[in-house]
């Protein structure tokens, strides 16, 4: 996670304004190419990235970015994430050089985010980057 790229209680009426917003935040900084944010909608039009449970990942088609991290929006009220609301949205900038071992803890700790209602609930309540990430790391 970067507290630069995490965006809290938020309002946003649809998916397409959540991946425009972060991508857009990721061009300015210079993290990503214009090709991004097509290619993370590309994405949802294969099989949409909302997983129930409050929660989407949506990703690009492919790694695009130097640097693993995630880039997380948490919304004041859900919105319709093709056939689910979803209200906690952590796009994933998977790096170019991924090793899969190197990953692994990120992806644990979002399978269990998956599963688990209450810690959703308490996320959607932080107020803070810290307090987010005080949430994450009781995984």
């Not at 991004?36 to 590309?42: A, N, T």
């Not at 319709?80 to 998977?94: A, E, G, T, Y």
């Not at 990120?106 to 107020?127: A, G, P, S, T």
Request: charge should be neutral; include cysteine.
């Amino acid at each position: 996670m970067r507290k630069s790229f995490t965006y809290l209680k938020r309002d946003f009426s649809s998916k397409e304004e959540v991946i425009y917003f972060l991508g857009d935040r990721l061009m300015e900084d210079g993290i990503v190419n214009s090709n991004f944010i097509h290619s993370v909608l590309e994405r949802e039009n294969y099989s949409p990235t909302s997983f129930g449970n409050l929660v989407a990942i949506p990703h690009p088609m492919d790694p695009q970015v130097n640097d693993t991290f995630w880039s997380i929006v948490t919304l004041k009220q859900p919105i319709q994430w093709d056939d689910k609301p979803v209200q906690f949205i952590c796009l994933l900038n998977v790096s170019k050089q991924n090793q899969m071992e190197e990953s692994k803890p990120m992806y644990d700790v979002l399978m269990k985010l998956l599963d688990n209602r209450r810690i959703i609930h308490r996320l959607l309540q932080c107020e803070t980057y810290e307090e987010l990430k005080k949430v994450l790391r009781s995984l």
